[in-house]
T-cell receptor
Framework: DTGVSQDPRHKITKRGQNVTFRCDPI?????LYWYRQTLGQGPEFLTY????????KSRLLSDRFSAERPKGSFSTLEIQRTEQGDSAMYLC???????????FGQGTRLTVV | AQKITQTQPGMFVQEKEAVTLDCTYD???????LFWYKQPSSGEMIFLIY??????QNATEGRYSLNFQKARKSANLVISASQLGDSAMYFC??????????????FGPGTRLSVLP
């Protein structure tokens, strides 16, 4: 299968711990996006990469959040000192410049206890 | 102010009937794109249909069509011949600016569609 892959699918962590999520986009896609979705809401944009360059960051992305895409392929999203409010589904999407729609992964569900 | 409004938190439709899911948007850009995504309980967002702001024809994709009324800033999704597998959350989303800016989508709150047998 060549869809967007996210790992892990579920993560339970204690408040104050650091967590890291991984996203593998569709192989020929040079654009990669991270979104956060809380229960009953639509996804909210976090950040966007074109190749390895992080071109846009939402103000939702506090200094506890960092995202990287070191070689323009997979990306990681790290949350430091997790808080209960970080509990959400973290969605990754990718597409190719010039292609209209973005393809989403199945998400990583984070629960902070 | 909300950029994407979906006023129907939940909708029911009988199998094989058509259903319209409402979406209104707010933007001052002349170039923008409107999208509908489906999110089943598995969590993955599935792209359904796209309408560009300069497209004069309403978009259609199989059983999905987008009723685009630019002056009213509405982009309603019409699903014809509903199937049980259409039961899911449906999100309307907008990309402001031309495509080469990337896609910072703004999503609406969603509508939960339940198809009844």
């Amino acid at each position: 299968d060549t869809g967007v892959s996210q790992d892990p699918r579920h993560k339970i962590t204690k408040r104050g711990q650091n967590v890291t999520f991984r996203c593998d986009p569709i192989s020929e896609h040079n654009r990669l996006y991270w979104y956060r979705q809380t229960l009953g809401q639509g996804p909210e944009f976090l950040t966007y990469f074109q190749n390895e360059a992080q071109l846009e960051k939402s103000r939702l992305l506090s200094d506890r959040f960092s995202a990287e895409r070191p070689k323009g392929s997979f990306s990681t999203l790290e949350i430091q000192r997790t808080e209960q409010g970080d509990s959400a589904m973290y969605l990754c999407a990718s597409n190719r410049q010039g292609v209209t729609e973005a393809f989403f992964g199945q998400g990583t569900r984070l629960t902070v206890v | 102010a909300q950029k994407i409004t979906q006023t129907q938190p939940g909708m029911f439709v009988q199998e094989k009937e058509a259903v319209t899911l409402d979406c209104t948007y707010d933007t001052s850009d002349q170039s923008y794109g409107l999208f509908w995504y489906k999110q089943p309980s598995s969590g993955e967002m599935i792209f359904l249909i796209y309408q560009g702001s300069y497209d004069e024809q309403n978009a259609t994709e199989g059983r999905y069509s987008l009723n685009f009324q630019k002056a009213r800033k509405s982009a309603n999704l019409v699903i014809s011949a509903s199937q049980l597998g259409d039961s899911a959350m449906y999100f309307c989303a907008m990309r402001e600016g031309p495509d080469n800016y990337g896609q910072n989508f703004v999503f609406g709150p969603g509508t939960r569609l339940s198809v009844l047998p």
